[in-house]
C-alpha cells in the first residue's frame, strides 16, 4: 500500500466514525436491557381518535299521512294530550277512542269495532283501572294481547305503553284502598315487557312527580309533552 492510499483509508475511517457517532440507535427491542422505549402518546392518541368504528344509524321513519288508532283510558283522553301532540308533530292523522275510568276488557271492544287495515297505527295504553281495581295483571296482560292480535290480523303496527313508573308517581297516601295499586302496576308492565308478542313495547318511565296532576298520576301539560317526546324518540318518527 502506497502513501496516498494509506491517507485516503485513514481519511475514509475517520469519515465513517464521525458518521457512526452522529446517528441515532436503532431500537431493535424496545424492552431490552440498556435501551429506552419511546412511546409517541400523542401520536397514538391522534390514530386512535382518527380511525372511529362505523356505527350503524337507526332509520328514521317519516309518517306523515299515515293513519293511527289510539285505544286508552284517562292517560290518553285529553283533548290536547301527548297522542295529539303526537300527531301534531309527526303530521299523522287519527282517531281517540280512549275514554276516563275503563279496563282492558272494555278496550277489547273497542279494538273490535275499530280495527282494520285502514289504520297504520294502533296505541295501546291501558290497565291502569284494571290494577287499580285489584285485578289480576297477567288477565289484563291477555287482553291487552288480544288488541295486538287484532291488530296484527289487519296488518296495523300495535305499539303498547306500560306508562309512567307507578313506583315514584303515585302517591297514595292514606289512602288504603290503593296501598297496593303501585305495586300491582309495575308488576303488570313488567308483564308487558316480558310477554307481549307482535308488538313494540314502550317502557314510558319518562316522567316524574312533578309531572303528575293528581295522586294517581294523571298527567300535566309537562308530562304529556315528555311522554310524546319519549314516543317519537323511540320509534324514530320524523317531526315536521
Known amino acids: 500500500m502506497n502513501i496516498k492510499d494509506g491517507i485516503l483509508l485513514m481519511l475514509a475511517s475517520l469519515v465513517f466514525g464521525w458518521l457512526i457517532l452522529k446517528a441515532k440507535p436503532t431500537i431493535k427491542d ?30 328514521i321513519v317519516s309518517v306523515k299521512g299515515k293513519n293511527a288508532l289510539f285505544i286508552g283510558d284517562s292517560h290518553t283522553a285529553a283533548d290536547y294530550g301527548w297522542q295529539h301532540q303526537l300527531c301534531k308533530k309527526t303530521k299523522m292523522m287519527y282517531l281517540n277512542t280512549a275514554v276516563g ?91 308487558l315487557i316480558d310477554s307481549i308478542q307482535g308488538a313494540k313495547v314502550l317502557k314510558t318511565h319518562c316522567i316524574s312527580r312533578t309531572d303528575c296532576g293528581d295522586y294517581l298520576c294523571h298527567m300535566t301539560g309537562s308530562g304529556h309533552r315528555k311522554m310524546c317526546n319519549f314516543i317519537i324518540s323511540a320509534c324514530r318518527f320524523k317531526v315536521y
Do not use: H
Request: hydrophobic share 40%.
Open 30 to 59: 424496545p424492552m431490552a436491557l440498556g435501551e429506552i422505549a419511546v412511546i409517541d402518546t400523542i401520536k397514538a392518541s391522534v390514530q386512535k381518535d382518527t380511525i372511529k368504528p362505523v356505527i350503524k344509524q337507526d332509520t
Open 101 to 191: 275510568g275503563k279496563q282492558t276488557k272494555w278496550m277489547i271492544e273497542v279494538a273490535k269495532q275499530n280495527i282494520n287495515s285502514g289504520y297504520d297505527y294502533c296505541f295501546i295504553y291501558g290497565g291502569a283501572n284494571d290494577m287499580a281495581s285489584n285485578r289480576i295483571p297477567i288477565k289484563s296482560v291477555k287482553n291487552i294481547q288480544k288488541i295486538v292480535n287484532m291488530c296484527l290480523a289487519k296488518q296495523v303496527t300495535p305499539i303498547v305503553l306500560t306508562g309512567f313508573d307507578p313506583l315514584t308517581c303515585v302517591a297514595v297516601g292514606n289512602r288504603t284502598a290503593y296501598k297496593e295499586y303501585p305495586q300491582r302496576y309495575a308488576k303488570f308492565q313488567k308483564m
